[in-house]
């Protein structure tokens, strides 16, 4: 009820927010012989205007307005409410040159500095939809991408409010002034915030790698030790950034779920596949190697969804955040029905598969199903994919009074999400973690 109430509170607030510049601007006179078309077109460009502002609160991670939705759903609204953002906003050029019927505005050289800064601000934005929509094709590198896109923001948003101080209307009043005034702090407050203030706060907090443990498959488990502070609490199925570095000012930071038990006190730790140009190097990390933990985000924990019994369904590498939760109903002593369904490759591929049959010693109502992909001989579990069928037959008597947790690759959760919902689970009880936020 309280993320309910929280979630609600920070929806109305990016709403207001985004209608604000339309209260405050046109409170005071406005510029004389203005047709209805001008002025549409002014409140666009004003409302995109504040939307792109808004843009740099959604993605600072600031946990507030994080916890009730969860980073992921925060990051698909950024990229959802930008595109709508950007569209409005050109939407305010479109409209004065159907108004004109002249394309005169495109003879560059001939206009005056707020139209450069208006083209100089769209072009930033086409760029930054272009590179996010297509950063793949582009062969951008994840770091180099977020650097670009930081950089086009900021472009985007100061030579926007360059052409709104250039054009010169609805900056007179005092309350107009306040409102500018307010955008540019608080944009360049977040700004200092990620950049500056946070890394430092980081700084305080140092972490260190104390074991690397090798779980089979290319798989690698760090565990890390905070340095002189207390570390952090966090819910079973929470997921922080690392950065692997002497310093936290650094640009390259990495996501990954915490697999330990949230009620360890004195380290946590990740799992992680070696898959990329960062994490094949994950095996050769020393201990004594210093971190840096941003965290923790998320949504994705049982902590936060009281239920008669919980079913958990990991492929691959998606084990990480289940584990953590079955480690810490574990330490609770938990009582209730509890059911893994746990798809990989092959057997190597199911990482933790002994530690969680030894799980059942203390969780009594653990049921587990492994399904593997390419079985080795003398397999008795199931062979294939997760699907509707095998969901089917493990589900309760009763599917609707549990919570669902899914984490894994697209195709699968897409299918197991379509199946619970096929036997009257609500989606409202199924919750997916996805390891591809960008
Ligand atoms: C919430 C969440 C939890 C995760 N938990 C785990 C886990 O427990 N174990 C695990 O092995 N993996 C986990 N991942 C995936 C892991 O973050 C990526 O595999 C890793 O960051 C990519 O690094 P790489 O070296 O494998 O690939 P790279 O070669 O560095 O990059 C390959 C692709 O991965 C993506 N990527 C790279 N860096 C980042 C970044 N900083 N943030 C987001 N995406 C990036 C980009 O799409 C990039 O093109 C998680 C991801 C998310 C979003």
């Not at 047709?35 to 792109?52: C, H, K, Q, R």
């Not at 500095?113 to 094709?137: C, D, G, H, M, N």
């Not at 948003?157 to 209307?169: D, E, S």
């Not at 140092?206 to 074991?211: E, L, N, S, T, Y």
Request: proline share 5%; glycine share 8%; with cysteine.
């Amino acid at each position: 009820m309280k993320h309910f109430i929280q979630g609600f509170f920070w929806l109305g607030a990016y709403v207001f927010v985004s209608l604000l510049p339309l209260f405050v601007v046109f409170i005071g006179a406005r510029p004389a012989g203005r047709d209805f078309v001008t002025e549409l077109s002014v409140a666009l460009g004003f409302v995109g205007l504040a939307m792109i502002g808004l843009q740099f609160f959604l993605t600072a991670r600031i946990r507030l307005v994080e916890a009730p939705y969860g980073l992921d759903v925060i990051l698909r609204f950024h990229r959802e409410i930008s595109l709508a953002a950007v569209g409005i906003i050109l939407a305010h050029p479109a409209l004065i040159l159907w108004r004109d019927r002249s394309f005169e505005i495109f003879n560059l050289p001939a206009q005056p500095p707020r139209v450069w800064f208006a083209t100089i601000s769209t072009l930033a934005l086409v760029a930054i939809i272009a590179t996010s929509l297509w950063r793949q094709v582009l062969k951008l590198e994840y770091e180099t991408w977020r650097i670009l896109h930081g950089t086009l923001a900021i472009v985007a948003l100061g030579f926007a409010l360059g052409h709104v101080i250039g054009v010169g209307h609805y900056i007179a009043n005092l309350w107009q002034q306040l409102l500018w005034t307010l955008m540019v702090a608080v944009s360049v407050g977040v700004l200092l915030y990620i950049r500056v203030f946070k890394p430092l706060a980081m700084k305080r907090t140092p972490w260190r790698v104390d074991q690397v443990r090798d779980e089979g498959g290319d798989v690698w488990t760090l565990q890390c030790v905070p340095e002189d502070h207390e570390g952090f609490d966090f819910s079973a199925g929470q997921f922080a950034w690392l950065t692997l570095s002497e310093s936290p000012y650094i640009i390259e930071e990495h996501p990954f779920s915490i697999s330990s038990s949230a009620l360890e006190d004195d380290y946590v730790e990740f799992t992680i596949k070696e898959l990329g140009n960062f994490t094949r190097h994950i095996g050769k990390v020393p201990p004594g190697q210093r971190l840096y933990i941003d965290g923790p985000y998320g949504a994705f924990s049982f902590e936060r969804y009281p239920a008669a019994g919980y079913m958990f369904i990991a492929g691959g590498i998606g084990i990480t955040p289940i584990i953590s939760m079955l480690r810490t109903l574990r330490d609770y002593g938990d009582t209730r029905p509890l059911t893994l369904l746990f798809a990989g490759a092959r057997l190597e591929n199911l990482t933790f598969v002994d530690e969680i049959e030894e799980l059942k010693q203390q969780l009594p109502h653990l049921q587990t199903t492994y399904v593997l992909e390419h079985p080795p001989d003398g397999w008795d579990g199931e062979v294939g994919f997760v699907d509707a069928e095998l969901i089917d037959e493990h589900l309760s008597d009763y599917p609707w009074r549990n919570q669902y947790f899914l984490c894994g690759p697209m195709p699968m959760l897409i299918n197991v999400e379509q199946a619970l919902m096929e036997v009257g689970v609500s989606h409202t009880h199924i919750h997916a973690e996805l390891f591809n936020l960008v």
